[in-house]
Nanobody
Framework: VQLQASGGGVVQPGGSLKLSCAAS????????IAWFRQAPGKVREEISC????????YYTESAKGRFTIARDNAKNTVYLQMNSLKPEDTAVYYC?????????????WGQGTLVTVSS
């Protein structure tokens, strides 16, 4: 599967962005899809994942209550709706996929999309 992340941009604190992870060469419903981010000078962290088996969703503490991950199988796309954005959310965001499930390791990666939260 090939993944294409998009939707990043510049937004003011408190604003919203919706990231998209579109797939080609395979259907995304067979894969667990995760969103990661990497801020300047920091390690990459997984912030959310949606399972392929039961649609369960997982979030890190920093994402809970503000971010929502969702699938649109008709569009072969997974979204990350981000609300109440903070400057510390500034990072390059990546989507990743794996058929095993939500786990620390993912076989397929998209290129990053930059999110900048700044006034």
């Amino acid at each position: 599967v090939q993944l294409q992340a998009s939707g990043g941009g510049v937004v003011q604190p408190g604003g919203s962005l919706k990231l998209s992870c579109a797939a080609s060469r395979s259907t995304l419903d067979r894969y667990a899809i995760a969103w990661f981010r990497q801020a300047p000078g920091k390690v990459r962290e997984e912030i959310s994942c949606i399972s392929s088996v039961d649609g369960k969703r997982y979030y890190t503490e920093s994402a809970k209550g503000r971010f929502t991950i969702a699938r649109d199988n008709a569009k072969n796309t997974v979204y990350l709706q981000m609300n109440s954005l903070k400057p510390e959310d500034t990072a390059v965001y990546y989507c990743a996929a794996d058929r095993v499930g939500c786990s620390p390791k993912y076989k397929y990666w998209g290129q990053g999309t930059l999110v900048t939260v700044s006034s």
